[in-house]
């Protein structure tokens, strides 16, 4: 079975464009979270949908948002880029909303803003 | 105090030795625990869950978790070179904490395995 599967593996834009982030969960998963990581750090959160509702929200600007479609995948959204939005972003997914489920992530995409 | 503490390292150990990787937690209602491996580039790959204190062994791999303490590690045994990476503790926050993030993240830990 396909694991956590992401699009683009890389990107690169500059400051002030918007940028849209994609994720498809394993297969039977009904949760997907996001995660930004930069460099020498852990992951932060940013948001968990289950069942197409936000279930978790990260302390993260307005410009980030995202949603899940009825098949599951979710998209992550980013306006009006900054240089420090510059990070690795992470799907992550699991069967439930429940965070006593482990999560498995995918490639992530490495977004660079210029 | 972070939530979720570990030592940045580098921890640095001869191959066939123990590692020893260690996390500190600071919110006594957590009820998960888990270990993710991270090679240089790459995403999270998860190693261990435990829930219950006391051991939880894989493979060469055991997870061992003392809620009294509040302390959660994972023991390499016969540590190999492929196991060089960077070792992430991940800790649950029960849902009625009033907080919206779900699982807090340590730094991690950088494992070097010597040959």
């Known amino acids: 079975d396909a694991g956590v599967t992401q699009s683009p593996t890389h990107l690169i834009k500059t400051r002030g464009q918007h940028v849209t982030l994609r994720c498809s969960p394993i297969?039977?998963?009904?949760?997907v979270s996001w995660y930004q990581q930069v460099l020498g750090q852990g992951p932060q959160f940013i948001f968990q949908?289950?069942?197409?509702?936000?279930?978790g929200r990260g302390n993260f600007p307005d410009r980030f948002s995202a949603r899940q479609f009825p098949n599951y995948s979710s998209e992550l959204n980013v306006n009006a880029l900054l240089l420090g939005d510059s990070a690795l972003y992470l799907c992550?997914?699991?069967?439930?909303?429940?965070?006593?489920?482990?999560?498995?992530f995918g490639d992530g995409t490495r977004l660079s803003i210029l | 105090q972070k939530e979720v503490e570990q030592n940045s390292g580098p921890l640095s150990v001869p191959e066939g030795a123990i590692a020893s990787l260690n996390c500190t937690y600071s919110?006594?209602?957590?009820?998960?625990f888990f270990w993710y491996r991270q090679y240089s580039g790459k995403s999270p790959e998860l190693i261990m869950f435990?829930?219950s204190n006391g051991d939880k062994e894989d493979g060469r791999f055991t997870a061992q978790l003392n809620k009294a303490s509040q302390y959660v590690s994972l023991l390499i045994r016969d540590s190999q070179p492929s196991d060089s990476a960077t070792y992430l503790c991940?800790?649950?926050?029960?849902?009625?904490?009033?907080?919206?993030?779900?699982?807090?993240w340590g730094l991690g830990t950088s494992l070097a395995v010597n040959p």
């Open positions: 992550a997914s699991s069967p439930g909303q429940n965070s006593n489920q482990p999560q498995h």
């Open positions: 297969s039977g998963h009904k949760s």
């Open positions: 991940a800790v649950n926050k029960p849902a009625n904490a009033g907080n919206n993030r779900k699982l807090i």
């Open positions: 949908y289950y069942e197409k509702e936000e279930r």
């Open positions: 435990i829930y």
């Open positions: 919110d006594r209602g957590s009820q998960s």
